[in-house]
């Protein structure tokens, strides 16, 4: 897989994608999109004091990083998974160095989260525990060890990678998410929230990071009958 490295407006890295013509983040700032999608708009914004937090579209990292900072921050337990079929090399993640940029005694923990092993959950801090899974998300031959709190979606947009937003995998998403449980993503295409929709969750349009006016965030109301 060819990626090249492309500076963002934040001052953060980001890498770019040949083959579909797509980025891993926004390039008007790819910790700043990150911090106000899944942090701010989720992960914040859910009241668990020991959250499960699923993210779709693993890859570079960031947001796992980014939510193990705030867990720290917060004292909040919480347990970790990210899913991703293709996983970064070690070059790609040095060269990105996201850890240095959140803070100078960070880069032990971006490392920290690239180092373990994949597929079995590791305690990265007291705070923090993750579990990352080399799977195909849209083979569904997976199985999460329990319920979600917060699902972070974050795969390639619906135009360059369709075969991930499809409503069957949205009802299988409403399906492991818990009561009040929270669905944030970046995109904001109206087929996206009404695939979400249909799948049960209670869709609101908010505020979108720079460069882009709107995001979607979903609210698992309580079990469809």
Known sequence: MKLELKNTSDGSATLYLPELDEQYHSLNGAVTEAKHVFLEM????????NPVVFEVGFGSGLNCLLTAFEA???KRHTLYI??????????????LGYGKFISENRFNLFSAIHACE???PVEISSWFTLLKMKVDFTSQNWELPCSCDIIYFDAFGPDKQPE?????????????????????????????RRRLVSAGFSMEKLP????????LRGIKV????
């Not at 989720?42 to 004091?49: E, F, L, R």
């Not at 499809?166 to 009040?180: A, P, Q, V, W």
């Open 118 to 120: 994949w597929n079995v």
């Open 82 to 95: 990210g899913i991703e079929n293709y996983p970064l090399g070690n070059e790609f993640i040095n060269l």
């Open 164 to 192: 991930m937003w499809t409503g069957d995998l949205f009802s299988y998403i409403y399906k492991i998410t818990r009561n009040e449980g929270i669905f944030v993503t970046y995109s904001a295409k109206g087929e996206v």
């Open 222 to 225: 309580q079990s469809k009958i």
């Open 208 to 215: 979108g990071p720079p460069g882009k006016k709107e995001m």
């Open 42 to 49: 989720g992960y914040n914004h859910h009241k668990s004091s």
């Open 72 to 74: 720290e921050q917060q």
